[in-house]
T-cell receptor
């Protein structure tokens, strides 16, 4: 069965610090990978996605993620965080052509001004 | 265009009462999902609709939970004889057939007292 692990449950950073949030999945086949973000009081929205091709994916607001197949990982990065990046971040995996999405437990990021 | 909407946004109910939660997906989206979001638990898959049929109800926690979708559009999640452990945020998401990206609604926060 598919599963997604986000090992960092809470992360606190100062503004301008670099960010890397871990995401590991367990599934032997081809996968689609997603990062969603939930800002305080707002609904979940897509940050970026990987289906195929270049394993380095760029999303909105300066975020990027790298798919490393050998490590079953899809870590989220941002070189310099802002206070407005305070949110909860969810990693998700889906097998192409199937309907089910498996989400990680989320990482709460707090950025100190 | 309009996104996914859910109502009510908040619901407080007494233990033992029945509740109905509503989801209006994006027009034309054939796939619809219900998830439950509990603190520290991530997103728990409840049920998936393709059109009006629900090929996967495996995530419904008990027979107190049921859902239907009519006209390939609006969906209702019903929880009978609510229990305190049902307290959570219930999220709805829709997806256009053949496309992998889900769009989430704002959720319904259910509190069972």
């Amino acid at each position: 069965a598919q599963s997604v692990s986000q090992h960092n449950h809470h992360v606190i950073l100062s503004e301008a610090a670099s960010l890397e949030l871990g995401c590991n999945y367990s599934y032997g086949g081809t996968v689609n990978l997603f990062w969603y973000v939930q800002y305080p009081g707002q609904h979940l929205q897509l940050l970026l996605k990987y289906f195929s091709g270049d394993p380095l994916v760029k999303g909105i607001k300066g975020f990027e993620a790298e798919f490393i197949k050998s490590k079953f990982s899809f870590n989220l990065r941002k070189p310099s965080v802002q206070w407005s990046d305070t949110a909860e971040y969810f990693c998700a995996v889906n097998a192409p052509g199937t309907y089910k999405y498996i989400f990680g437990t989320g990482t709460r990021l707090k950025v100190l001004a | 265009g309009a996104g996914v909407s859910q109502s009510p946004s908040n619901k407080v109910t007494e233990k033992g009462k029945d509740v109905e939660l509503r989801c209006d997906p994006i027009s034309g989206h054939t796939a619809l999902y219900w998830y439950r979001q509990s603190l520290g638990q991530g997103l728990e898959f409840l049920i998936y609709f393709q059109g009006n049929s629900a090929p996967d109800k495996s995530g419904l926690p008990s027979d107190r939970f049921s859902a239907e979708r009519t006209g390939g559009s609006v969906s209702t999640l019903t929880i009978q004889r609510t229990q305190q452990e049902d307290s959570a945020v219930y999220l709805c998401a829709s997806r256009l057939g053949g496309v992998n990206e889900q769009y989430f609604g704002p959720g319904t926060r259910l509190t069972v007292t």
